[in-house]
Every structure is written in structure tokens, then in C-alpha cells.
């Protein structure tokens, strides 16, 4: 099992609703915890971070974090054509007195118009 | 703004020659990331430097080396190339651990 999860999808929503991405986490030390959109044979861009439990809001997007689930999401609103990606949880995950950056498989996003 | 240069987008090699690639952080960012992409998969972390000291220690096999240099920029070497070595090479830099990484284009290495 790894330790950042998430369901690869695709996840396929029409335009204008809102997309829900889920990731679970193996460790309840972790810290730092951050979602990434990829598209095909690009880098990682930094989408959110969130670092405490509660929502933090960006424009159309918004991070939930749940220490004590071990989970974090990314809700984005209003779906755009151009938000499909794959979206990438990172989670900053202890080993040995440190942190070691770990991300899940990502996510599959389609907006349909 | 200024982003993660790395260099070269794009490496050809053949088995058991070796690489080198290179990464230019954002200026002032004190930490540097390597990872790797192997298709459909997700970036898995190589190693990583804090203030030119290695700090964390990924799934970097033993034929691989990296080092941070003065001018923080950072170089991945790779020897006795393998075919499933062929990945996409990222480099990311960071304000300091723990930050949010950003990212260069990344390097893609094909070992025929």
C-alpha cells in the first residue's frame, strides 16, 4: 500500500461543477501537505499548500486538510475544459528525524463541455 | 520570475554510458530536489540538498550521485545507465524544506 492514496480515476465532471479530489495519508506525523496539477509530460505546478486542519480557499480552489483522518482534498469550483489534468497530493512524510516529500499517483481529471 | 532552469530538456544515451544533469534553482531558494518520473507514474524522490548539505535520502540507486555546488546550482550523475532508467528527470527548488517545491520542465532521459 502506499502511503499517499489516491483513486486514479478518471474522474470526469461537466463544465462549471465542482471537482473533488481525495487523498489519504499513511502517517499521522506528517506535515505539509500540497496539491500539484500535471498535465501530459509537464511538470508539477504548485496548485494549494495547507499546512493546519481547516479549509484554506484560493480563487476557484479550495484545500481541506483532516489530521486526525489522515486526509486531504481539493475542491475545485466552477470546473473549467482547461482544468483537466492529473492532479498530484504530496505529502511531506517522517523518516528517521525528517521529512521525505511523497506523492500519490495522482489523479485523473476530464471536464467535458 | 525567475524559475528552475534545467538542463538538458532532453538526453539520449546508451546502456552503461553515464549523465549528468543540471539544475539552476530559483534564486534564494535554499533547497534542492531531484526526482523521477517513469511513465504514468507518479514523481518519486531522489534525494534532496539544504544549503549545499544532502539532507534527505529517497530511492536513489547507488549508481546515481548528486551534488549542490556554491552557487547552489545542483547536478544528478547517473552511471552505468540502465534501460529503465528512461524517466523524466525533475529538479525542484524550494524557499526552505518543508515549503512548496517548484519545479523545472525537467529532463528527459531515453537510454536505448
Known amino acids: 500500500q502506499k502511503e499517499v492514496e489516491q483513486n486514479s480515476g478518471p474522474l470526469s465532471v461537466p463544465e462549471g461543477a465542482i471537482a473533488s479530489l481525495n487523498c489519504t495519508y499513511s502517517?499521522?506525523?506528517?506535515?505539509?501537505f500540497f496539491w500539484y496539477r500535471q498535465y501530459s509530460g509537464k511538470s508539477p505546478e504548485l496548485i494549494m499548500s495547507?499546512?493546519?486542519?481547516g479549509d484554506k480557499e484560493d480563487g476557484r480552489f479550495t484545500a481541506q486538510l483532516n489530521k486526525a483522518s489522515q486526509y486531504v482534498s481539493l475542491l475545485i469550483r466552477d470546473s473549467q475544459p482547461s482544468d483537466s489534468a492529473t492532479y498530484l497530493c504530496?505529502?511531506?512524510?517522517?523518516?528517521?528525524?525528517?521529512?521525505?516529500?511523497?506523492f500519490g499517483r495522482g489523479t485523473s481529471l476530464i471536464v467535458h463541455p | 520570475a525567475a524559475g528552475v532552469i534545467q538542463s538538458p530538456r532532453h538526453l539520449i544515451k546508451e546502456k552503461r554510458e553515464t549523465a549528468t544533469l543540471k539544475c539552476y534553482p530559483i534564486?534564494?531558494?535554499?533547497?534542492v530536489y531531484w526526482y523521477q518520473q517513469g511513465p504514468g507514474q507518479d514523481p518519486q524522490f531522489l534525494i534532496s540538498?539544504?544549503?549545499?548539505?544532502?539532507?534527505d535520502k529517497g530511492s536513489i540507486p547507488d549508481r546515481f550521485s548528486a551534488q549542490q555546488f556554491s552557487d547552489y546550482h545542483s547536478e544528478l550523475n547517473m552511471s552505468s545507465l540502465e534501460l529503465g532508467d528512461s524517466a523524466l528527470y525533475f529538479c525542484?527548488?524550494?524557499?526552505?524544506?518543508?515549503?512548496?517545491?517548484?519545479f523545472g520542465d525537467g529532463t528527459r532521459l531515453s537510454i536505448l
Open positions: 534564486p534564494r531558494h535554499d533547497t
Open positions: 540538498f539544504y544549503e549545499k548539505m544532502q539532507s
Open positions: 502517517d499521522r506525523g506528517s506535515q505539509s
Open positions: 504530496a505529502v511531506n512524510l517522517p523518516s528517521g528525524g525528517s521529512y521525505i516529500p511523497t
Open positions: 495547507i499546512y493546519s486542519n
Open positions: 525542484a527548488s524550494s524557499l526552505t524544506g518543508g515549503q512548496p517545491q517548484h
